[in-house]
């Protein structure tokens, strides 16, 4: 939180003093106190280990389903005041200031979605009451979207008045978040349900589901970054091959996350075209060295083993359960419109949409960035090329979709590659990804298939 903008400063005082000021006013007579004493123990105990989640700063605390239960059983004041908990919770790393505008936005949350279970004819529970199902259970789930709602909407208010995310990357992470929030969220309805019945032995019973819950994420956020340390490992293999293409991949992968989300991707296929960005060449494992770093025109079985870079791609990561989709925009990047591409000549919508996508922000980072044959070419020059090989190389809507995401998201081209001094360095003279330098093929000069008309 150091560093705030003054925007960010008044949004999070601001926050703070409603909390506060709707806290000072709240009657307290009819709470039950040791119902708010064993939920604020369950609550600083789940808030104490948040789930881990497959996004970036992203962890889900298991908290919503004390705060939920606080509301069926204490009402709007009570939720309030097991919210503002928070300032004393056992993630340690959290700094003072974002303690409190946590215990603040979580007390609006609390006494909101309590206020809604109210006005929509929730009941508190009662143990001789017989029919607290149909009581509650609309109500409950008007204040449990209600809680998610306020907290995504504060939490996100902060993180775009601090600069530390966008609108677009708020719009496209909150729907994920949101899933985790509500299955907690729920977990409350239980602990209200029970607690007739059982008092307080109820947080209990559902205290070791939650934890288990919490492990079960840890395990699939672990099993994501094994996922990613092996594609970057994969990566790195490849660049190997070409000191001047270091970066590369995970530059595309960002191009065609752009894309992506640019003409509305499904979450689940961004990620998978992420992974297919970062894969692209994972082909070129398969190629010669000699082969890419040919300096000169290459003969008909060079320019051959150049072609079937994806198809031997495919073959490497096939088997990789995890990529689905992101098969089909391997094996298919270098097809094109015109179906002049390879390595099976599919022309327009016969080219999987992965493969679309990528080949345009495949293109345009191979364009501004620097070659051992050339400069890296201006952003400006390397939309201009784009634009003109718009229908005859790339899909003109998916270069719209990348021009447009570059006006909101601008591209910084990579700096200058600076050769180390103590290695002797191969590097390649032709750029198969290139459009404006297609490659040389001896005897036929500009093998067709891979030349944009001009």
């Not at 200031?97 to 006005?119: M, P």
């Not at 992968?253 to 509305?264: C, F, H, K, L, Y």
Request: contains cysteine.
């Amino acid at each position: 939180m150091r560093g705030l903008p003054l925007a960010a400063w008044a949004y999070v005082c601001g926050v703070v003093a409603l909390a506060a000021g709707l806290i000072a006013t709240s009657s307290f007579a009819d709470i039950d106190w040791d119902q708010l004493a064993v939920l604020a123990l369950l609550f600083l105990i789940c808030d104490s280990a948040p789930a881990r989640l497959n996004l970036a700063r992203a962890r889900v605390s298991m908290s919503f389903a004390a705060s939920l239960a606080s509301v069926v059983l204490l009402g709007p004041a009570g939720a309030a005041l097991l919210g503002f908990c928070a300032v004393v919770t056992g993630q340690r790393f959290f700094a003072p200031v974002k303690r409190i505008f946590n215990g603040g936005q979580l007390a609006l949350c609390g006494f909101i979605a309590g206020t809604v279970f109210e006005l929509l004819g929730g009941d508190r529970f009662h143990p001789e009451q017989a029919r607290w199902v149909e009581n509650v259970i609309g109500p409950f789930l008007g204040a449990l979207v209600t809680f998610v709602l306020v907290n995504l909407t504060l939490m996100g208010g902060v993180l775009l008045l601090a600069r530390q995310a966008t609108p677009r990357e708020l719009l496209h992470e909150s729907g994920r978040l949101a899933v985790g929030c509500l299955g907690y969220g729920m977990v409350g309805l239980l602990i209200a349900g029970l607690w007739p019945r059982v008092g307080p032995f109820a947080a209990v019973l559902v205290l070791l589901p939650l934890l288990i819950a919490r492990w079960a994420m840890d395990q699939a956020y672990v099993q994501q970054q094994a996922h990613s340390a092996t594609l970057a490992a994969l990566c790195q293999a490849v660049e190997t091959k070409d000191y001047y293409t270091r970066g590369h991949s995970e530059r595309v992968s960002r191009g065609s996350v752009m894309i992506a989300q640019e003409i509305g991707m499904r979450a689940d296929r961004v990620e998978a075209i992420r992974y297919a960005g970062m894969l692209h060449d994972v082909g070129k494992l398969g190629v010669p060295t000699k082969v890419l770093q040919k300096n000169g025109p290459m003969t008909e079985e060079e320019f051959a083993a150049i072609q079937l870079h994806p198809m031997r791609g495919l073959e490497i990561v096939r088997e990789i359960g995890f990529l689905d989709e992101a098969l089909a925009g391997i094996m298919h990047h270098h097809e094109k419109m015109n179906g002049r591409g390879y390595p099976m000549g599919l022309a327009g919508e016969e080219i999987p949409e992965f493969a679309r996508v990528i080949a345009v922000a495949d293109a345009f980072d191979s364009m501004t960035s620097t070659r051992s044959y050339r400069p890296a070419r201006s952003v400006e020059e390397a939309v201009a090329e784009l634009r003109r090989c718009m229908g005859d190389h790339f899909d003109p809507e998916i270069v719209e979709a990348f021009l447009r995401a570059l006006e909101r998201d601008p591209w910084v081209p990579p700096d200058p590659v600076v050769l180390p001094d103590d290695d002797v360095v191969e590097t390649t003279q032709q750029d198969h990804d290139d459009p404006s330098a297609p490659l040389r093929v001896a005897g036929d000069g500009v093998r067709p298939s891979d030349e944009v008309r001009r």
